[in-house]
């Protein structure tokens, strides 16, 4: 059974960077066959893909328009997890942040419980 | 304002089947054929429930279906029950953000 467990703070300033870790279970970050995505979910409840990434011979990212000059998503393989970072967050950065597999065009089989992120001073 | 739209509330009574809908607005989503939907029970993640259009994931109960006219997707729930009552999200495959997400679509089972 494949679960993935989120970290990382709850209360970020403005300006500073938000920083979240996915560690996987009952799959490996390395795999062929899976991509790993990170999704936010806004205070009105609207859901938003925030970018991923994903091994096939080699890694590969891909990042919203929306979020691609601010957004870092990165393997770690001796963890067997995934990380986001947000650079220069405002108050509109704040979401509940989702970790998750799939792929784009089948779906998000898996899902983080989720963390619930504060921009704020 | 997303790319796909979906009414904002439907509602039914135990025992009755009701369906979603999922209009595309734009040409982004290409054919269509890549649509997903999601159950958000309170507090919880987002859970698969179809995928490409009419697929359901193992253990995914058969009360729920998915079809597809046109530009349009729908999520249809059988013989409603009173644990169905969540929000829903549709989802499609995008050519220039890989991934969109329709408004969602709250359910309350009389």
């Known amino acids: 059974q494949v679960q993935l467990q989120q970290s990382g703070p709850g209360l970020v300033k403005p300006s500073q960077t938000l920083s979240l870790t996915c560690a996987i279970s009952?799959?490996?970050?390395?795999?062929?066959?899976?991509?790993w995505n990170w999704i936010r979910q806004s205070p009105s409840g609207g859901l938003e893909w925030l970018g991923r990434?994903?091994?096939?011979?080699?890694?590969?990212?891909n990042y919203a328009v929306s979020v691609k000059s601010r957004i870092t998503v990165n393997p770690d393989t001796s963890k067997n997890q995934f990380s986001l970072q947000l650079n220069s967050v405002t108050p509109d950065d704040t979401a509940v942040y989702y970790c998750?597999?799939?792929?784009?065009?089948?779906?998000?089989?898996?899902w983080g419980q989720g963390t619930t992120v504060t921009v704020s001073s | 304002q997303s790319a796909l739209t979906q009414p904002a509330s439907v509602s039914g009574s135990p025992g009755q089947s009701i369906t979603i809908s999922c209009t595309a607005t734009?040409?982004?989503?290409?054919?269509?054929?890549?649509v997903s939907w999601y159950q958000q029970l309170p507090g919880k993640a987002p859970k698969l429930m179809i995928y490409?259009?009419?697929n359901r994931p193992s253990g995914v109960s058969n009360r729920f279906s998915g079809s597809k006219s046109g530009n349009t997707a729908s999520l249809t729930i059988s013989g409603l029950q009173t644990e169905d009552e969540a929000d829903y999200y549709c989802?499609?495959?995008?050519?220039?953000?890989?991934?969109?997400f329709g408004g969602g679509t709250k359910l309350t089972v009389l």
């Open positions: 998750a597999r799939g792929w784009a065009k089948h779906g998000m089989d898996v």
């Open positions: 009952g799959d490996s970050v390395s795999s062929n066959s899976a991509a």
């Open positions: 990434t994903y091994y096939q011979s080699k890694w590969y990212n």
């Open positions: 734009s040409s982004d989503v290409g054919d269509y054929n890549y």
């Open positions: 490409d259009v009419s």
């Open positions: 989802s499609s495959y995008a050519s220039s953000t890989l991934v969109v």
